[in-house]
């Protein structure tokens, strides 16, 4: 019930596309949905974030979309570009702790 | 504003030998955590402080892992003995609070063979 489910594992998008990555949780007493971008021997770093009542949220070329009933959440990313190549973690918030998703490597080729 | 410090970036050892990472969080910051990242995997907590205090140890695996921070600002991890499996990248991050945004160092590459 911890668990946060992600996929696809890895995608590659043309540049200029959209880049879609989803995740799924079970414990609706998740309060925070985060989404983080690591680059190759870097920490991952907060790209994007939304709470469970707001059913999306738009911050430049990133788009979260969030369906409370379904218990799922996806990242949109517009117009990708190379510099977005990095492995995106989704993440949900219980009980003060971060339950990661197992990553998606995007590859954005020009 | 300086980041999250870790130390060493990168390590090799033998399999039961000691090895300890060293963390120096975000100035200011409270909460301290150390996560453990497998290859293709996202990070697990291991442990959190609150300050001084371990709040959440209940993912450290106690026989061979500890960790403190002392005075609250810098914390060690340690494990004796290393066993192969523990080969993993090991992330410290810190944030004002419990329940604030999260910023991580950029880890440890710990290798044992």
């Known amino acids: 019930q911890q668990q946060v489910k992600q996929s696809p594992q890895s995608l590659i998008v043309q540049k200029g596309g959209i880049s879609i990555i989803n995740c799924a949780y079970e414990n609706t007493a998740f309060d925070y949905f985060p989404w983080y971008q690591q680059f190759p021997g870097k920490g991952p770093a907060l790209l994007i974030a939304i709470r469970p009542d707001v059913s999306e949220k738009k911050e430049g070329r990133f788009t979260i979309s969030f369906n409370k009933s379904a218990k799922q959440f996806s990242l949109h990313i517009m117009d990708s570009q190379p510099g977005d190549s990095a492995t995106y973690f989704c993440?949900?918030?219980?009980?003060?702790?971060?339950?990661f998703g197992t990553g998606t490597r995007l590859q954005v080729f020009p | 504003e300086a980041g999250v410090v870790q130390s060493p970036r990168y390590k090799i050892i033998e399999k039961k030998q000691p090895v300890a990472f060293w963390c120096n969080p975000i100035s200011g910051h409270n909460t301290l955590y150390w996560y453990l990242q497998n290859l293709g995997q996202g990070p697990e907590l291991l442990i959190r402080?609150?300050?001084?205090?371990?709040?959440?140890d209940s993912q450290l695996p106690k026989d061979r892992f500890s960790a403190e921070r002392l005075k609250g600002v810098d914390s060690t991890l340690k494990i004796q003995p290393a066993e192969l499996g523990d080969s993993a990248v090991y992330l410290c991050?810190?944030?004002?609070?419990?329940?604030?945004?999260?910023?991580f160092g950029p880890g440890t590459r710990l290798t044992v063979l």
């Open positions: 991050a810190s944030s004002l609070g419990p329940n604030n945004e999260q910023f």
């Open positions: 402080y609150e300050n001084e205090e371990a709040v959440d």
């Open positions: 993440a949900a918030r219980g009980a003060d702790k971060l339950i």
